[in-house]
């Protein structure tokens, strides 16, 4: 790979936090001190979220507690749908995310009664419920209930976009997804989010900062910008002409490198199976191949492995997901993470206020209107 360059905060030291531990040797991720490999293979998303949010991971009558709760949580305010059916029907999912979180701050603000952990569980509980709200009553005039019995925040997903119970299978692989977006340390979504807590601002705030900073292409975006790219591909080969033109104009290719893995992104080889496995239940087998042809390719010339975000987007086409709400998924799992973060700057807080080089001109004599050209 290239040396990486100065700039952008990279081996800049910002804080302490206990939540995660990211690439000590330029791969590798714990959760709480927990490998994702485990929590990938035993856990769900739901056990994921209250070790990160509540610290530990739950007893069973934690757990049952815990899922119930969230279950409880997934009807929306009339005011919040009012709103959602307001937005237009080319809005993009993340702007409806974004929106529908800052609606219900107004209906459900924090408050002494309201504390940050109610304010975690209600909107990992919801977050699904808002966006398909919106796609359901945006493309058909449909009001649908988001209230349903699934178990998990994946079946209760996929069961609003598909209007049925998701099979095993598929709740699974969504469910793995979720716990592998679930944190990832100083990312910039993260950061910024703690920024925003830093300034003892309200968390449903500091949370908008985080879907904001989310959305852009070198971040979460970067699921939705290479699903784009390998639906331009007919098949292995054009891709991988595709690919050494892209790279021979010093095109960034979405889905691949990362700030701080150097060797591979641990969480690459999860998504990658589970991506293969679905490709062969019956989801789309060319689009992995093209995936696996591209990740050589990029391997081959540039020494570049594909972060999470690569194999999630052929993962996502196999779950008929559409490629506008693949961040939007990011965002459901994250949440997790953001607040976990929130809840740690809030406890230990000093603002976040870094210096700058100045390198602007030097005092310049004041110019009065008439003088100015
Ligand atoms: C879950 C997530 O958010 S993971 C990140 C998702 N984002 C993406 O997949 C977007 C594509 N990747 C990238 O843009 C970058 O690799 C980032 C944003 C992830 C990391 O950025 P940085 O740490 O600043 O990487 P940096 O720019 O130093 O990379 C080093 C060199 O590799 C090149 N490089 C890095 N990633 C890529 C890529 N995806 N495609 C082509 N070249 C790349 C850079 O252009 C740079 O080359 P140069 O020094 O000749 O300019
Ligand atoms: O850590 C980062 O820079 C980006 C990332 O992989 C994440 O947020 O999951």
Known sequence: ??????????????????????????????????????????????????????????TDSELRRYKERLAGLRGLPEGVRAILEQLPRNAH??????????????????????????????????????????????????????????????????????????????????????????????????????????????LYSAVTTGIGTLRGPLHGGANEAAMELIDGFGDEDEAEAGIMRMLADRKLVMGFGHRVYSVSDPRSDLIKAWSKTLAGHGGNEKLYRISERIERVMRRENNLFPNLDFYSASAYRCLGIPTSFFTPIFVISRLSGWIAHIIEQRAGNRIIRPSADYDGPDPLPWLPIGERV
């Open 1 to 58: 790979m290239a040396d990486k360059k100065a700039g952008g905060l990279a081996d800049v030291i910002a804080g302490r936090t206990a939540i995660a531990t990211v690439g000590k040797e330029g791969k590798g991720l714990t959760y709480r001190g927990y490998s994702i490999h485990d929590l990938a293979a035993h856990a769900t998303f739901e056990e994921t979220a209250h070790l990160l949010i509540y610290g530990n991971l739950p």
């Open 93 to 202: 999912p993340m702007d409806v995310v974004r929106t529908g979180v800052s609606a219900l701050a107004s209906f459900e603000p924090e408050s002494d009664v309201r504390s940050q952990r109610d304010i975690a569980d209600r909107l990992i509980a919801c977050c699904a419920s808002l966006l398909l709200y919106w796609h359901h009553y945006a493309a058909s005039g449909r009001r649908i209930d988001t209230e349903t019995d699934d178990g998990t925040v994946a079946g209760h997903f996929l069961r609003l976009l598909h209007g049925k119970p998701p099979g095993e299978l598929h709740e699974r692989a969504l469910d793995v997804s979720l716990i592998l977006y679930a944190e990832h340390e100083y990312n910039a979504s993260t950061f910024a989010a703690r920024v925003t807590a830093s300034t003892l601002s309200d």
